[in-house]
């Protein structure tokens, strides 16, 4: 099916609920397979004899590496061909990697079934993205593509939740084989429930015939908005990716929680955090954008400035329950820059660039965010343990918080460019 066709009937009517429900759904498979390595960290480094920076790796650049290299192509042939069955064939793929690192003896062998992670989750994305703004009009595709983002929290707080409990009562493999064979099984109910939306059909453009990758480049070249927003980004995703991975290291090493506890306080803060931060930030900015559109950008960038007193205090803290309260602010104006900027790509370019844009930037995000952020921290955790010990992890959070100072500034330059660079706006 090329970029023309119509729209393809479901077995269910339409409805944009359902659409959201199952891709919110998808997604959130998506952040547990994700991101349950960061509790089951703690059992694989005691098990296989890991360093923090190799757990960094694994857990970073080992899902990085395919997740980034391959997006672009992906998305290229998502703005060509039906998105739902590419998104069908990436849910079995990276679900099945899941399982498949339950089986790990090595930490080479753990590090290539994430490299499988990487390669099915390289193609569930952007393409949703591109649902999302073919099913919503402008004015409300902010909202739902934060609604989409509550899959980060969801499935953030439910991989570190069952990976805890799972690994705790039973054994870490079993928790990769339960979250992995899940997602295989949700996968035939997507495909067969989910229709493929006409492009462009909100933005009173008709179709376009799908533009090569060289007229896409070309195109965001001329936008330097688009790659200011998306460097901010990559720079709070260093730290966001981070935090995601070893806060619950950090728990257990500052506060002697056990592995389950050490699950259940951070699966807390980021499923109310989450939620709230990200439900707010697309609220705010559909609310006040549509009189300037700069908000889209500004909003994002004063959250971002507004986590650094907060981490400071959270980590600092000796009181595990005031860490815990503290924390759930900072998780939340992390993370409101979901909705804002990303609707702010899907209006920098027309609807047959959409998912390959998208990828453009989830690349740029990613290869930094999730690449370096999880490493970084392991790394300076590792140069620092000689003189702070077990309290070297918390260190090396606090001076990743200057990442979010960069983003704020980023994200302040790019709204000098952005009227110019809105699509139809310049």
């Known amino acids: 099916m090329d970029s023309t066709t119509k729209a393809e009937p479901g077995l269910l009517a ?13 997604y959130t498979f998506n952040f547990i397979d994700r991101q349950i390595i960061g509790i089951l960290a703690i059992p694989i480094k005691e098990e296989l004899g890991l360093s923090d920076s190799q757990l960094g790796l694994m857990g970073g650049l080992a899902f990085a590496l395919f997740y980034t290299g391959l997006g672009i192509p992906v998305a290229m042939a998502a703005d060509r061909f039906n998105r739902t069955w590419i998104m069908t064939g990436a849910l079995v793929i990276w679900s099945g990697m899941t399982a498949a690192c339950g089986l790990a003896n090595s930490f080479w062998q753990l590090f290539l079934a994430r490299l499988g992670v990487g390669v099915g989750e390289s193609g569930g994305v952007a393409p949703a993205y591109s649902v999302i703004a073919d099913s919503f009009p402008p004015h409300q595709r902010a909202r739902a593509l934060s609604i989409y983002s509550f899959g980060i929290p969801i499935g953030s707080a439910l991989g570190i939740v069952i990976g805890g409990v799972l690994a705790s009562l039973i054994d870490w493999r079993v928790a990769f084989f339960v979250v992995g064979l899940a997602g295989v099984a949700l996968a035939p109910i997507f495909r067969l429930t989910v229709r493929e939306p006409e492009r462009g059909r909100f933005d009173g453009v008709q179709q376009r015939a799908p533009a090569r990758l060289g007229e896409i480049l070309s195109t965001l070249a001329k936008k330097p908005s688009f790659w200011l927003i998306s460097l901010a980004a990559a720079c709070s995703s260093m730290m966001g990716y981070g935090l995601f991975f070893w806060l619950p290291s950090f728990f257990v090493r500052t506060f002697g929680l056990t592995l389950l506890e050490a699950s259940l306080y951070f699966g807390a803060i980021l499923l109310v955090g989450g939620v709230a931060g990200i439900w707010g930030g ?18 994002p960038a004063v959250a971002f400035l507004g986590t650094v007193p907060c981490y400071l205090v959270a980590i600092l803290t000796h009181n595990v329950l005031l860490c815990f309260t503290v924390l759930l602010v900072p998780t939340a104006l992390g993370l409101a820059w979901l909705g804002p900027l990303i609707s702010t790509i899907q209006h920098l370019v027309p609807p047959n660039m959409r998912s390959t844009a998208s990828a ?4 740029i995000i990613n290869l930094i965010g999730i690449g370096l952020g999880t490493w970084a921290i392991g790394a300076v955790s590792d140069a620092l343990r000689a003189t702070y010990g077990d309290d070297s992890l918390k260190y090396s959070i606090l001076a990743g918080t200057g990442f979010y100072v960069v983003a704020a500034v980023l994200l302040f330059l790019a709204a000098r460019w952005l009227s110019g660079d809105l699509e139809g706006e310049g």
């Open 14 to 26: 339409e409805g944009r609920g359902y659409l959201l429900f199952i891709l919110v759904l998808v």
């Open 282 to 299: 697309g609220w705010a900015t559909d609310r006040f954008g549509s009189r300037n559109r700069k908000r889209y950008l500004t909003i």
């Open 360 to 363: 453009v930037f989830l690349f």
